[in-house]
């Protein structure tokens, strides 16, 4: 008897434990959490030039994946029809590339006198200010030796500089290439993926419910990507053709800018009425040019973001301006000027995937611009998945 109540007790001790040692303390959970989180933004952050790439191509991928869904009633193989999507948005972006970089290298050469003369209009400081800055100024040549004041000759090389801030450098050239690849391969094995994740599934019910969070999640994100994308084109377009309308050198550049910038919700629009305001005062010399240049630019801007984009978009897909700004300023910060041009689509994509989780149910409404915006799983449409061939396959 005594021998069972010491097996027992021993058992009891060895449970306790393996509980010990698999489950961490309450009070290092946080901590742990913490790190974890720490850990994987510095990954991000490390590993940038490969974590970027791979996130484009995911967009790209899912922006293009109705045009490749309407192409498959041809019944050509999803390779073939991958490849020549990809080769086709590849085909425009090096035409649009080079016009940009025509544009852009053209505007370039005159930027400096175009800024000088935009300096010179702008009111001169008077009184008790201006005459310390001109004392200062003074004071500062009479310090100086006489061989500082020796011309130093300065060569610019404006082709170079244009392409290199247009990122046309072999970098960019290189993880354009990968984008590109990387969407094909997304594109053409995307449903080999799906039925990969269905056969994990042992029951039905499982493999059921993952084509319908996949499905859901699928149109979602391509219906947002796609209808931003449109919003933004035209946008671009209509700046370009208004800009031309006023006189403006180089629209298309202009309107390139504007459709880019466009994807970084509220920063992208005062950018660009900024740097409006000064291309348009450097070309008609006159401050009122240029003003008048940027607020009819303020003028499109402003009809996009309240009329055009909420009809476009429904109350689910539209999101919360402070968790824009705070991702803008958080992936600008991670991976610069990519981080912050995809910063409001991950946005949206965090906002769909949690629209599909109990459990992140409410971080769907805190990512929402409205309360109510958050839909749950069971009520998300999926008419796809009625007749869906991975289920018959299982």
């Known amino acids: 008897m005594s021998i069972g109540i010491v097996g027992q007790a021993n058992s009891n001790e060895v449970e306790k434990v393996e509980q010990s040692v698999s489950s961490p303390p309450r009070s290092l959970i946080w901590p742990?959490?913490?790190?974890?989180?720490?850990?994987?933004?510095?990954?991000?952050?490390?590993?940038?030039?490969?974590?970027?790439?791979?996130?484009?191509?995911?967009?790209?991928?899912?922006?293009?994946?109705?045009?490749?869904?309407?192409?498959?009633?041809?019944?050509?193989?999803?390779?073939?029809?991958?490849?020549?999507?990809?080769?086709?948005?590849?085909?425009?972006?090096?035409?649009?590339?080079?016009?940009?970089?025509?544009?852009?290298?053209?505007?370039?050469?005159?930027?400096?006198?175009?800024?000088?003369?935009?300096?010179?209009?702008?009111?001169?400081?008077?009184?008790?200010?201006?005459?310390?800055?001109?004392?200062?100024?003074?004071?500062?040549?009479?310090?100086?030796?006489?061989?500082?004041?020796?011309?130093?000759?300065?060569?610019?090389?404006?082709?170079?500089?244009?392409?290199?801030?247009?990122?046309?450098?072999?970098?960019?050239?290189?993880?354009?290439?990968?984008?590109?690849?990387?969407?094909?391969?997304?594109?053409?094995?995307?449903?080999?993926?799906?039925?990969?994740?269905?056969?994990?599934?042992?029951?039905?019910?499982?493999?059921?419910?993952?084509?319908?969070?996949?499905h859901s999640m699928e149109s979602g994100i391509s219906r947002y990507l796609g209808t931003i994308t449109l919003i933004n084109l035209g946008l671009g377009i209509v700046t370009g053709f208004v800009l031309w309308l006023l006189g403006i050198p180089n629209p298309v550049l202009w309107g390139v800018m504007a459709a880019t910038l466009n994807y970084v919700p509220?920063?992208?629009?005062?950018?660009?009425?900024?740097?409006?305001?000064?291309?348009?005062?450097?070309?008609?010399?006159?401050?009122?040019?240029?003003?008048?240049?940027?607020?009819?630019?303020?003028?499109?801007?402003?009809?996009?973001?309240?009329?055009?984009?909420?009809?476009?978009l429904s109350k689910s897909l539209e999101l919360s301006p402070l968790a824009v700004i705070l991702s803008i300023l958080f992936w600008g910060w991670l991976w610069g000027i990519p981080g912050g041009l995809m910063a409001a689509p991950l946005v949206a994509i965090a906002k769909i995937v949690c629209d599909q989780s109990e459990s992140l149910r409410y971080l769907a409404v805190l990512l929402s611009g409205h309360a109510s915006s958050a839909i749950p799983a069971s009520r998300v449409e999926c008419a796809s998945c009625e007749a869906s061939p991975l289920l018959d396959s299982a």
């Open 266 to 312: 509220h920063v992208g629009a005062f950018v660009c009425m900024a740097v409006l305001f000064v291309v348009g005062a450097g070309a008609h010399g006159s401050l009122w040019q240029g003003a008048s240049v940027a607020a009819a630019f303020a003028v499109l801007t402003a009809a996009e973001s309240y009329l055009v984009t909420p009809l476009a």
């Open 32 to 214: 742990l959490q913490i790190l974890a989180c720490l850990a994987v933004v510095a990954t991000l952050f490390i590993a940038r030039d490969v974590f970027i790439p791979i996130a484009f191509s995911v967009l790209l991928a899912l922006l293009l994946r109705p045009i490749l869904r309407r192409l498959r009633r041809t019944n050509l193989p999803t390779t073939v029809l991958s490849f020549f999507i990809v080769s086709a948005v590849a085909a425009l972006f090096v035409v649009l590339l080079l016009t940009v970089a025509r544009q852009g290298q053209s505007w370039l050469a005159e930027a400096p006198q175009l800024i000088n003369r935009v300096g010179k209009m702008l009111p001169q400081r008077d009184g008790p200010i201006g005459d310390i800055a001109k004392t200062t100024e003074a004071v500062r040549v009479l310090a100086q030796p006489e061989a500082a004041n020796v011309p130093v000759p300065v060569v610019v090389h404006s082709a170079e500089t244009a392409y290199t801030i247009l990122g046309a450098s072999g970098h960019f050239l290189g993880a354009a290439v990968i984008v590109f690849v990387l969407a094909f391969f997304l594109l053409a094995f995307s449903d080999t993926l799906l039925t990969q994740a269905v056969e994990s599934r042992s029951s039905f019910g499982e493999k059921r419910n993952v084509v319908e969070l996949m």
